[in-house]
């Protein structure tokens, strides 16, 4: 859910303090394996997060969602996965760098591979070559780099707009807006519409992709909140530990 909260903006005022957050986030982090509750994550900012989480649950209610169902209901599907295929392929250059930084040089070589493959003989990444060769797209960030250095989760967050997070993946969401080598491009050379609207279709698709989980999950959860709380914590150890053939790891949707 995360993932679909998050846009592209230039740096100004509100990022500096994103970072600021982050810079506190990362000491945070050290401390961070206590006082955790059922779903493996303290949260001891409870009542804050619960307000947030039903303020963008409203905006995703109003806006995200019926933007979604709209884009499902008339864009045919092989479009909307050409578009899938290419915002992807523009995530290639960050994924191989976190590849590299978690030490994996295997997955590295591969999403290289995939970038360029698609790149050249897939129309500019709408096509999938690569995946269709064996060579999966497989998500990589820099919390997860984190995590893998080591660094605890750290408490539990929600950010307004951006979704389920943690003191550790918010200073990994900082550091991944900063980088994104697409961004820096755009915005470097004024192309601020091109920019933006990349970060918007990216929330639509990212939000279509997940209409049907998280309808399933809202609507069989007692507790939404928890459920969605559980469910993020749960994929980010799935992401992280994706190199231990032995982790005991819950099957995701």
Same mark, same amino acid.
């Given at each position: 859910?995360? #993932? +679909? /909260? ?15 957050? !982050? ?9 961070? !394996? ?13 009542? $804050?997060?619960?307000?947030?989480f039903k303020f963008n649950d409203v905006v995703d209610t109003a806006v995200?969602?019926? +933007? ?6 008339? @864009? ?6 050409g578009v899938r295929n290419a915002l992807r392929n523009l995530k290639s ?21 995939? /970038? ?12 999938? $070559? ?11 960030? /820099? ?18 707009? /951006?979704?389920? #997070? ?8 900082? +550091?991944?807006? *900063?980088?994104?080598? +697409? ?11 091109? #920019? *933006? ?15 049907? @989980?998280?309808? %399933? ?5 007692? %507790? *939404? ?6 469910? *993020? @914590? ?16 819950? %099957?995701?949707?």
């Open positions: 859910m995360k #993932s +679909v /909260f998050i846009v592209g903006f230039r740096m100004g005022h509100g990022f500096k303090k994103l970072i600021a957050l !982050s810079a506190v986030g990362l000491l945070l982090t050290a401390c961070a !394996s206590k006082g955790a509750n059922d779903s493996g994550i303290s949260d001891p900012i409870e009542g $804050v997060n619960r307000g947030i995200l969602k019926p +933007v979604a169902e709209g884009y499902r209901a008339g @864009v045919p599907k092989p479009a909307r996965v250059p960050q994924i191989v760098a976190n590849d590299l930084l978690q030490g994996n040089v295997t997955a590295a070589c591969d999403g290289l591979t995939r /970038f360029l493959a698609n790149t050249l003989f897939g129309l500019a990444g709408t096509i999938d $070559v690569a995946g269709a060769e064996g060579v999966k797209y497989k998500e990589e960030d /820099f919390g997860q780099t984190l995590g893998v250095w080591g660094a605890g989760t750290g408490p539990y967050v929600v950010l307004p707009f /951006f979704g389920p #997070s943690s003191v550790r993946d918010t200073a990994g969401l900082a +550091v991944d807006i *900063y980088s994104d080598p +697409v961004r820096l491009t755009l915005e470097n050379t004024d192309h601020y519409v091109a #920019s *933006y609207t990349r970060s918007a279709i990216s929330v639509v698709d990212r939000r279509e992709e997940l209409l049907d @989980v998280l309808a %399933d999950l809202k609507k069989n959860s007692i %507790d *939404y909140y928890a459920a969605m709380k559980s469910t *993020y @914590v749960q994929r980010r150890i799935a992401q992280i530990s994706n190199n231990n053939q032995n982790a005991d790891l819950p %099957d995701m949707p």
